[in-house]
């Protein structure tokens, strides 16, 4: 047994391009779309969204996450497009976790293609964490057909960034002896809770790499970064101790889902549609939480890329597909200035356990017809895909690509804690 924790952190490999290669190559598909550039991510027909997950002959055209599939057909004009399918990817992330139960009972999913796993005193059943995890990775590859990336230390924080080391298909220690060799070096914007505007704030303060960070004055970044400026500080030093949590027991602080759309929204009705359609996949995923809301808020990004956003607190919570797109619509109608639209997305919040919730005595709706319905669509749905069912306000739209449970961007449940 060792007096210290052993923690690993599991990452997917382009995950949701693997997913999507590996399902495609069990149904017969003879191409391997890992071996050609190809993304994951928009509509292929329109061409229009944003690349979600790239391949590593993508990458080879500076091919980024997150940016348009117009500014990547720019760079790779014979770019292959696939849309995403994530009813698919959330089952692959599942069979990922359950390989992984077999050798820790304490997993954290820290997202839907990477995860926690707390290997404290598991060397007596299946050998040092080192061998551990590379006959891991070799199962994975093997059984579940992509790979991954294993880091390994005796913290959260370390286990992550040493799994980000070189890639794909590797494992990597960064225990706290090896930090000033292999993590000190690295530039400052690679360590985590370090974004884009952190890393210009630190890149003016002369701070350029994560060494510079450790070995500043703490209330030199306290001065200039407030309480950001110490925790950054901590975890340049590997400082960091949040244990694994166990998926099961988990409080889930919200569930939400974006879309950017191709085309520039100007009317209320067409963005009503597209929150209905967003709604529809938050709702779903509330009841499969067996959670209700208390808190529903829009956002909307504008064509000139201007953010806002409204929420509303309900009086009751609830976690019926029509009580929480009205409260969206109602709060799209308040905070709409009137701009061209680029961008919608709907978040629910402050969840409670619906088992328990109570039902309002002024409700208009009523609420268990509506509980049958929304089960029997989820039923449906998931039974036999996201389009057996939808509703007819769609068959006259011309939103295919964002309606009927398909968007372009999605988020998981966010899981509460920090790492």
């Not at 964002?402 to 509460?416: D, H």
């Amino acid at each position: 047994m060792t007096n210290k924790p052993i923690i690993m952190h599991i990452d997917v490999n382009s995950a949701f391009l693997s997913w999507e290669a590996c399902y495609r190559l069990q149904q017969g598909d003879l191409l391997d779309l890992r071996t050609i550039p190809s993304i994951v991510g928009g509509n292929p027909d329109t061409r229009r969204g944003i690349v979600l997950a790239k391949s590593v002959p993508a990458k080879e055209f500076n091919i980024k996450t997150g940016e348009s599939l117009y500014s990547a057909l720019q760079k790779c004009p014979t770019l292959t497009i696939v849309a995403p399918r994530f009813d698919l990817y959330l089952k692959c992330s599942n069979s990922l976790i359950k390989l992984l139960e077999e050798y820790s009972p304490s997993i954290q999913r820290y997202s839907i293609d990477e995860c926690f796993l707390d290997y404290t005193n598991m060397e007596q059943h299946f050998g040092d964490p080192l061998s551990a995890a590379h006959k891991i990775k070799e199962r994975i590859k093997n059984e579940l057909g992509f790979t991954v990336n294993i880091g390994i230390s005796n913290n959260k924080l370390l286990a992550k960034m040493a799994s980000d080391f070189q890639k794909p298909d590797a494992v990597h220690t960064l225990y706290p002896h090896e930090i000033k060799e292999k993590m000190w070096p690295l530039p400052v914007g690679d360590l985590f809770m370090v974004g884009r505007a952190t890393k210009s704030k630190l890149h003016k303060l002369g701070i350029f790499t994560i060494k510079d960070l450790a070995t500043a004055d703490p209330k030199f970044l306290q001065k200039h970064l407030k309480s950001h400026g110490i925790l950054i500080w901590n975890l340049a030093n590997g400082i960091e101790n949040s244990p694994v949590i166990e998926e099961n027991s988990t409080p889930i602080k919200g569930i939400g889902n974006s879309t950017t759309i191709p085309f520039d929204v100007t009317d209320r009705k067409t963005a009503h549609l597209i929150l209905l359609s967003l709604v529809e996949t938050v709702s779903m995923r509330l009841r499969n939480e067996k959670a209700c809301t208390r808190l529903v808020s829009i956002s909307i990004r504008t064509n000139e890329f201007n953010n806002y956003s409204h929420q509303k607190k309900l009086t009751t919570p609830t976690d019926c597909t029509n009580h929480i797109f009205m409260h969206a619509c109602q709060l799209f109608n308040e905070a709409w200035k009137k701009e061209p639209i680029r961008k919608l997305g709907v978040r629910v919040s402050e969840l409670s356990n619906n088992n328990f919730s109570q039902v309002s005595l002024f409700d208009s709706i009523d609420t268990e017809k509506q509980k049958s319905i929304d089960k029997t669509i989820d039923e449906l749905r998931l039974r036999y895909g996201s389009h057996t069912v939808f509703r007819a306000s769609f068959l006259q739209s011309n939103l295919k690509a964002i309606t009927g449970g398909v968007s372009i961007e999605e988020e998981l449940p966010i899981i509460s804690g920090k790492l």
